[in-house]
T-cell receptor, first 115, second 114 residues
Framework: AQSVAQPEDQVNVAEGNPLTVKCTYS??????LFWYVQYPNRGLQFLLK??????LVKGSYGFEAEFNKSQTSFHLKKPSALVSDSALYFC?????????????FGTGTKLQVIP | AAGVIQSPRHLIKEKRETATLKCYPI?????VYWYQQGPGQDPQFLIS???????DKGSIPDRFSAQQFSDYHSELNMSSLELGDSALYFC?????????????FGQGTRLTVV
């Protein structure tokens, strides 16, 4: 069975500082990995995904994520945090042959950017 | 660009009532997924449709049913509502095109059962 772990319920970072939101995964075969952001009372917004290719994936709003196969990690990063980045972030994984019904989401990490 | 539209955005119902949630996918998307996200929870897959046929079923209670219509919009019908059904329900749509096509999520319907 596939799984996703987001070890931090909340991450606090000062505005302008770099941020990292951690994610580790477990899946059979090569993973399809995703990051979504959710603002209060809103649906998930796609940030970026890794399917194959470069381990460093660049996404929306200046976010990027680094795929590390040996550590089975897919941490979300941003060089300089903005207050508007404060939201709930979900990491997700699915096996290559699974559709979105087979997506497993992490429990989410609340990012709080402090002015 | 058109996005996934869900209606209503907010819905308040009493216990044992019924509710109908609607999802309008992005044009030319033929696949719809429904998810339920309880307070402080991660999204849980409920059910999906492809070309108007149910394609997969997740943790959807028997009190719930759903269908996809000829125009590809989908409706989630919820009967005998319980307090525990209070959640954010959102749908996602996806175009045909292989496993690499991206799904796009709607903003969700916030259902509150009182």
């Amino acid at each position: 069975a596939q799984s996703v772990a987001q070890p931090e319920d909340q991450v606090n970072v000062a505005e302008g500082n770099p941020l990292t939101v951690k994610c580790t995964y477990s899946v059979s075969g090569n993973p399809y990995l995703f990051w979504y952001v959710q603002y209060p009372n809103r649906g998930l917004q796609f940030l970026l995904k890794y399917i194959t290719g470069d381990n460093l994936v660049k996404g929306s709003y200046g976010f990027e994520a680094e795929f590390n196969k040996s550590q089975t990690s897919f941490h979300l990063k941003k060089p300089s945090a903005l207050v508007s980045d404060s939201a709930l972030y979900f990491c997700a994984v699915r096996a290559p042959l699974g559709g979105y019904q087979k997506v497993t989401f992490g429990t989410g990490t609340k990012l709080q950017v402090i002015p | 660009a058109a996005g996934v539209i869900q209606s209503p955005r907010h819905l308040i119902k009493e216990k044992r009532e019924t509710a109908t949630l609607k999802c309008y996918p992005i044009p030319r998307h033929d696949t719809v997924y429904w998810y339920q996200q309880g307070p402080g929870q991660d999204p849980q897959f409920l059910i999906s449709f492809y070309e108007k046929m149910q394609s997969d079923k997740g943790s959807i209670p028997d009190r719930f049913s759903a269908q996809q219509f000829s125009d590809y919009h989908s409706e989630l019908n919820m009967s005998s509502l319980e307090l525990g059904d209070s959640a954010l329900y959102f749908c996602a749509s996806r175009a045909r095109g292989g496993v690499n096509t991206e799904a796009f999520f709607g903003q969700g319907t916030r259902l509150t059962v009182v």
